[in-house]
C-alpha cells in the first residue's frame, strides 16, 4: 500500500533553513505529482507546492516563491522542499501528498507530516 | 485566487441523523469542457493527516462510507453526512483544483451533540 513518510521538522531560527524529505513507497512514483502542503497550529490547510511527474512543473503558493523550493528524486521515490528564509509564519505541519490523477490537485494519500517551527 | 467558505464553521448533530456541511467557492468552478466541478472533501481527525473522502464535487474515493455523498456545482457545494456515528467527528475542508494555489474551506468542526 501507499506509504509517505516525511523527515523530521525542527525548531529553526528566523531567516534560517531546513530540507524536508517525504519517501515514497506503494505506487509508482515518477507516474504522479507529488505535493506539500501546511497547517498552521490550530489552523487550516494550505497548499505550497506541487511538483509534476516529470520533475520539470512546478507551482507553488505565492507566499513561498524565492524562498521554498521543491524538487523530486524518481529514482529513489523521494520528494524534497528546501525551505530557505524562514518567518514566524511558516511554523506548521508539513504534510506530503499525492496525486490523485497526475498533477490534478486531488490529495488521494498523505504522509503523517512533520512539524516546523521557526522561532528565536 | 479562489476563495472557498464553508458554512457552518462548526455544528453539533445527534447520532443516527444527517449532517450537512456548505462550501461557496468565490468563482465557478465547473469546466465546461468536460462539465466537471474540481472541488474535493476531505475529513481531518484529531492528531492525524487528512483523508480524501469525495472528488470531482460527487465521486466517493474508494473505502468511504456510502453515507457520505457531495453534491453541488458551479459556486456551491455540499457534503451530506448520513446516519451519523460516532467516528465522524472530525473537521471537514473542501477544497478547490481548478486553478492554483488549490485553496481550502477555513474547516467545519463536527460534533456529536
Known amino acids: 500500500q501507499v506509504h509517505l513518510v516525511e523527515s523530521e521538522g525542527g525548531v529553526v531560527q528566523p531567516g534560517g533553513s531546513l530540507r524536508l524529505s517525504c519517501a515514497a513507497s506503494?505506487?509508482?512514483?515518477?507516474?504522479?505529482?507529488m505535493h506539500w502542503v501546511r497547517q498552521a497550529p490550530g489552523k487550516g490547510l494550505e497548499w505550497v507546492a506541487l511538483?509534476?511527474?516529470?520533475?520539470?512543473?512546478?507551482y507553488q503558493t505565492d507566499s513561498v516563491k524565492g524562498r521554498f523550493t521543491i524538487s523530486r528524486d524518481n529514482s529513489n521515490y523521494t520528494l524534497y522542499l528546501q525551505l530557505n528564509s524562514l518567518r514566524p509564519e511558516d511554523t506548521a505541519v508539513y504534510y506530503c501528498?499525492?496525486?490523485?490523477?497526475?498533477?490534478?490537485?486531488?490529495?488521494?494519500?498523505w504522509g503523517q507530516g512533520t512539524l516546523v517551527t521557526v522561532s528565536s | 485566487d479562489i476563495v472557498m467558505t464553508q458554512s457552518p464553521d462548526s455544528l453539533a448533530v445527534s447520532l443516527g441523523e444527517r449532517a450537512t456541511i456548505n462550501c461557496k467557492s468565490s468563482?465557478?468552478?465547473?469546466?465546461?469542457?468536460?462539465?466537471?466541478?474540481?472541488l474535493a472533501w476531505y475529513q481531518q481527525k484529531p492528531g492525524q493527516p487528512p483523508k480524501l473522502l469525495i472528488y470531482?464535487?460527487?465521486s466517493r474515493e474508494s473505502g468511504v462510507p456510502d453515507r457520505f455523498s457531495g453534491s453541488g456545482s458551479g459556486t456551491d457545494f455540499t457534503l451530506t453526512i448520513n446516519s451519523l456515528q460516532a467516528d465522524d467527528v472530525a473537521v471537514y475542508y473542501c477544497?478547490?483544483?481548478?486553478?492554483?494555489?488549490?485553496?481550502f474551506g477555513q474547516g467545519t468542526k463536527l460534533e456529536i451533540k
Open positions: 501528498a499525492k496525486d490523485r490523477e497526475g498533477r490534478r490537485g486531488i490529495f488521494d494519500y
Open positions: 506503494g505506487f509508482i512514483f515518477n507516474n504522479y505529482g
Open positions: 511538483m509534476g511527474d516529470d520533475g520539470i512543473k512546478i
Open positions: 468563482q465557478s468552478i465547473l469546466f465546461s469542457s468536460n462539465n466537471k466541478n474540481y
Open positions: 470531482w464535487a460527487s
Open positions: 477544497q478547490q483544483y481548478y486553478d492554483t494555489p488549490y485553496t
